[in-house]
């Protein structure tokens, strides 16, 4: 092959790359078809039995969501989840307001201001979904109206739901963070939503799916009878290395017109009514994945063996202290690799520069402090004081930071929503927070150390790690 051809197959790729739909931020729309991977250990919760669905940022919770409510996308999925064919689906709480099928935050509030519990405004959700399907009407004119009727005609509300249907019914519960911008407040209302929850237990043929943040689902939600019954039922998403791949060449191959063709040259594929979806080879660690991989990256993450291969390294880097990675963060990593690689490094023999692949994991970093900001405003004012630091570090060195700039101690540290959790056992109990986030490791020694995934964004370093931005 000549150099003057590798360079215009180089060019291809990398127009390829930037050409695929990367993004993965959802807010409970429906995705495209092309984008949908399904991960095996996703399976279980998409399954009818699985009520209670875990995840941290940018797993998937809100995709799923989305994909749940598309009957087309849904009857993909039920290739491998049989029972979720023929199903009828709601939403019951997302993140885009939606006042017919079910409350905001401020109806939560007022609705708890006047003493109400959540368990019965929950419960006129399902029973406005259940009316609405039945054909039957019921007072809607607003969420008290509705609770009122359901609890001064309690005959009527159980013979509506214990009728017989013609029908199976799945309702979907996203995005429960937005409920409230208190803990406690947050709490309750999640406890009513998941006692409503095993009180539809009892009803054949309606099921019901509730997806938890992971600090949502470690807190006292869970404090009633036989909640058991519902942590039984308990699926986590989580993303293996070989998922994150699979998903990247799902991505790919759907590119639009020549850029998906050129990838599905490099990655073995199938057609499944009209879309196109990567072989099953290329959805596990297998030698197809990894060499597909090389032909984007390269061999090496530098000159030689010594730096790594690109296929590990891309993920491994971007992994919380937990060792999860994301999907949002991989993908995001990989299109500014590209883009990188396309205004620095345009003669390389590969797509993705190695050099590139590193201000890929920046990028993410930074998108990803971003995120976390979005959900734990305390977070960003507490690690940015940080800024030039090197990790590990003693745990002493980083309290004289956070005293110094907080003297009040963590309760003074203002949040306009969820703050810390134990702001109130001092900084050990920001430490707490920090660790059950993954945003902190604490060493076998006592030093603190933090992933790049968040330490380059906020600008701390490591020796021989990736550089955090200028």
């Known amino acids: 092959m000549s150099n003057e051809i590798a360079m215009i197959n180089t060019y291809v790729l990398r127009e390829a790359i930037l050409a695929a739909p990367l993004e993965t931020s959802n807010f409970g729309e429906v995705p495209n078809a092309g984008q949908l991977y399904v991960p095996p250990s996703h399976l279980k919760a998409l399954r009818l039995e699985a009520q209670i669905v875990v995840g941290g940022r940018g797993v998937g919770k809100s995709f799923w969501t989305g994909v749940l409510q598309s009957d087309s996308l849904r009857s993909l999925v039920s290739k491998d989840a049989q029972e979720l064919a023929d199903v009828v689906v709601r939403v019951g709480f997302a993140a885009s307001e939606n006042m017919a099928m079910y409350p905001n935050a401020d109806v939560f509030a007022n609705f708890l201001d006047k003493e109400g519990d959540p368990y019965d405004l929950w419960r006129a959700v399902i029973l406005r979904w259940v009316a609405e399907m039945s054909g039957q009407r019921i007072p809607c004119q607003s969420w008290m109206e509705t609770v009122a009727w359901m609890k001064d005609q309690p005959e009527d509300a159980a013979l509506l739901m214990q009728q017989p249907r013609n029908w199976r019914g799945l309702i979907v519960f996203d995005a429960l963070d937005r409920t409230s911008n208190d803990w406690n407040r947050m709490d309750v209302i999640v406890r009513g939503l998941l006692r409503a929850i095993l009180w539809l237990k009892s009803f054949r043929g309606l099921y019901g799916k509730v997806f938890l943040r992971e600090d949502q689902a470690k807190r006292t939600v869970f404090n009633f009878p036989d909640a058991s019954k519902l942590m039984a039922t308990k699926a986590e998403l989580t993303w293996a290395r070989h998922d994150l791949h699979g998903l990247l060449w799902q991505r790919l191959i759907n590119a639009p017109n020549e850029h998906g063709e050129i990838m ?23 030698e197809a994945q990894r060499k597909a991989f090389e032909q984007l990256a390269g061999p090496w993450m530098g000159r030689d063996k010594r730096r790594g291969v690109p296929y590990t390294w891309s993920v491994g880097h971007l992994a919380d202290a937990r060792g999860q990675t994301s999907p949002r963060s991989f993908l995001a990593a990989i299109r500014q690799a590209a883009e990188d690689s396309s205004e620095r490094y345009p003669d390389h023999d590969y797509a993705l520069h190695y050099e590139s692949i590193k201000r890929g994991i920046q990028k993410a970093s930074e998108i990803r402090v971003q995120e976390v900001a979005e959900d734990y405003p305390w977070i960003k004012d507490v690690l940015s004081v940080l800024k ?10 980083i309290v004289q930071r956070w005293q110094q700039q907080f003297p009040d101690g963590p309760q003074g540290i203002y949040s306009e929503r969820l703050p810390a959790q134990h702001a109130i056992q001092g900084w050990d109990g920001i430490r707490e927070d920090l660790m059950q986030l993954g945003l902190i490791e604490v060493k076998k020694d006592g030093r603190i150390d933090m992933p790049d995934l968040y330490r380059v964004g906020f600008g701390l370093g490591r020796k021989g790690g990736v550089k955090p931005r200028n």
């Open 388 to 397: 030039g630091m090197n990790v590990p570090c003693a745990y002493e060195d």
């Open 264 to 286: 599905r040259k490099i990655c073995a594929h199938e057609q499944r009514e009209g879309i196109w979806r990567v072989a099953a080879e290329m959805t596990r660690d297998s």
